[in-house]
């Protein structure tokens, strides 16, 4: 029964920033990881951002400097702050939720970057 919710998608300009938001919610009794994943049309999903539940976190090369992952324990949430957004950051990105038994994702959010 988890769930995730991801929110804060969007059109903007290039230099621009957007907050993403990822809820899960459910029966979570333990989370590994929590991250960021992006598909642009007609290329393999790739990895963004991740978090662990120690706190460590792990950044695609072509975001480090421009993107920062956090995340909220209590409310279950992970956030992706995403400044200096280029057109090549243009794609669907989705919330994945680790745990010891399952790998969940969310529905996905389109992200839109173009003058």
């Known amino acids: 029964q988890v769930q995730l919710v991801e929110s804060g998608g969007g059109l903007v300009q290039p230099g621009g920033s957007l907050r993403l938001s990822c809820a899960a919610s459910g029966s979570i009794f333990s989370i590994n990881a929590m991250g960021w994943y992006r598909q642009a049309p007609g290329k393999q999903r790739e990895l963004v951002a991740v978090i662990t539940s120690s706190g460590s976190t792990h950044y695609a090369d072509s975001v480090k400097g421009r993107f920062t992952i956090s995340r909220d324990n209590a409310k279950n949430t992970v956030y992706l702050q995403m400044n200096s957004l280029k057109p090549e950051d243009t794609a669907v990105y989705y919330c994945?939720?680790?745990?010891?038994?399952?790998?969940?994702w969310g529905q996905g959010t389109q992200v839109t970057v173009s003058s």
């Open positions: 994945q939720l680790v745990t010891p038994t399952y790998d969940y």
